[in-house]
C-alpha cells in the first residue's frame, strides 16, 4: 500500500497568482496522476505525472497552466498558473504501484480563487 | 474512449438494509479493470472493492459485493447491513489493461444512510 501527503489542504489565492500543490508518497510507486474535482462531482484527470520527463496531458488541460514535476519516484508538484475564479476545484493526487491495481489518493487540496 | 455512467445521483437507504448502486460503462476492450470509490466528506478516496474484467467470479469485500455482468457491461455494488459510516459519495471507475493505470470515473452516487 502507500500513503500519499498532499499538501496545502486549503488555500484562498487571489487571481491572477499562482499556487504550487505538492505530493508525496511513502514509498515507491510506477505512475503518479493528477485531478481535478468540482465539489460535490466527479473527478477528471488532469495529467499523468511522469518521472523525468514531461507530463501527459489530457485533452483541456495545458502545460502552461498546469505545470506539473516529478523528480522521482516518489514526489511530484501540480502548479495552478495565473488563477481564476474558474480554477476554484478540489485538486487530487493519486498514485499507483502496478497495472491494474488499487490507485492512492491524496487527501486533495481545497483551492478557492478570489 | 471510455464512458462511465452512475444513473442515481443521489440514494438513501435505512440502517442495516442493503442497497445496490448502479453502474454501466461503454468500452471495446476486452480486458480491463473496475473498481468503486468511496468519498467520504473528509474527501479522502478509498478503495471498496475492486474486479478484473476476466474473472468471471463477482468480488466481495465483506458487506461489500459486486454484480459484474461483462455482455452488458454493468458494474453494480451491494451493500449489506448498511451502517452509518458508509454515507458517503460512491464512484465507479474504469481502468484499461497494461495502458498506463489512469482511472475514467462516473459521476457518482451519493449515499446517505439513515439510523
Known amino acids: 500500500s502507500a500513503v500519499i501527503s498532499q499538501k496545502p489542504s486549503r488555500d484562498i489565492c487571489q487571481r491572477g497568482t499562482s499556487l504550487t500543490i505538492q505530493c508525496q508518497v511513502d514509498?515507491?510507486?510506477?505512475?503518479m496522476f493528477w485531478y481535478r474535482q468540482q465539489p460535490g462531482q466527479s473527478l477528471t484527470l488532469i495529467a499523468t505525472?511522469?518521472?523525468?520527463?514531461?507530463?501527459?496531458?489530457e485533452s483541456g488541460f495545458v502545460i502552461d497552466k498546469f505545470p506539473i514535476s516529478r523528480p522521482n519516484l516518489t514526489f511530484s508538484t501540480l502548479t495552478v498558473s495565473n488563477m481564476s475564479p474558474e480554477d476554484s476545484s478540489i485538486y487530487l493526487c493519486?498514485?499507483?504501484?502496478?497495472?491494474?491495481?488499487?490507485?492512492?489518493f491524496g487527501q486533495g487540496t481545497r483551492l478557492t480563487v478570489v | 474512449a471510455q464512458t462511465v455512467t452512475q444513473s442515481q445521483p443521489e440514494m438513501s437507504v435505512q440502517e442495516a438494509e442493503t442497497v445496490t448502486l448502479s453502474c454501466t460503462y461503454d468500452?471495446?476492450?476486452?480486458?480491463?479493470?473496475l473498481f468503486w470509490y468511496k468519498q467520504p466528506p473528509s474527501r479522502q478516496m478509498i478503495l471498496v472493492i475492486r474486479?478484473?474484467?476476466?474473472?468471471?467470479q463477482n468480488a466481495t469485500e465483506n458487506r461489500f459485493s459486486v454484480n459484474f455482468q461483462k455482455a452488458a457491461k454493468s458494474f453494480s455494488l451491494k451493500i449489506s447491513d448498511s451502517q452509518l459510516g458508509d454515507t458517503a459519495m460512491y464512484f465507479c471507475?474504469?481502468?484499461?489493461?497494461?495502458?498506463?493505470?489512469?482511472?475514467?470515473f462516473g459521476g457518482g452516487t451519493r449515499l446517505m444512510v439513515k439510523p
Open positions: 505525472a511522469n518521472q523525468g520527463s514531461e507530463a501527459t496531458y
Open positions: 468500452t471495446s476492450e476486452s480486458n480491463y479493470y
Open positions: 514509498s515507491q510507486v510506477t505512475m
Open positions: 474486479q478484473e474484467a476476466y474473472k468471471q
Open positions: 471507475a474504469f481502468m484499461r489493461y497494461n495502458a498506463g493505470n489512469m482511472l475514467t
Open positions: 493519486s498514485a499507483t504501484q502496478g497495472s491494474g491495481t488499487e490507485a492512492f
